[in-house]
């Protein structure tokens, strides 16, 4: 599609980084996202990090959902992001389910490739699991297809 004022779908991407996983308390790194686009001169320059939290089952007493965004040279080994480069990279500790939580940035000074990382804590309960995925939404590419 031809980018347009008229036709915003051309000048965002949408990757999905954590897919729908039903957390039982653990880390979920999601898949690397690469911010260099072939068709794209310097590749996205923003973004908004987009954490779905659905409800928790189990009754567990206590939860906490936390996220941030991390970068990487080569796609493997990723590393959170220096407050020297985004000033904020994490989304702040959510304590209750049934949240959408979105983080803005401004994704010009990181390195190549980024994702999202759900860390996921429940206590107490009954076998209790908590739905979370994180999508990350770019845009600002420059010559989009």
Do not use: K
């Not at 039982?24 to 939290?53: C, F, K, Q, W």
Request: glycine share 8%.
């Amino acid at each position: 599609m031809v980018a347009t004022p008229r036709n915003i779908g051309a000048h965002v991407r949408n990757y999905p980084s954590v897919r729908a996983v039903a957390s039982t308390g653990a880390t979920h790194n999601g898949v690397s996202v690469d911010r260099m686009p072939a068709e794209s001169d310097e590749g996205y320059l923003s973004g908004v990090m987009v954490i779905d939290i659905g409800a928790a089952t189990g009754a567990p007493t206590a939860l906490t959902v936390n996220a941030r965004l991390q970068d990487s040279a080569d796609g493997s080994a990723f590393a959170d992001i220096a407050t020297t480069v985004l000033a904020t990279s994490t989304i702040t500790a959510q304590t209750a389910g049934s949240a959408l939580v979105e983080m803005n940035f401004d994704a010009s000074q990181v390195r190549r490739y980024l994702r999202a990382q759900i860390v996921t804590t429940l206590t107490a309960g009954t076998s209790p699991t908590i739905p979370v995925s994180g999508t990350l939404c770019m845009g600002g590419a420059q010559n989009p297809a």
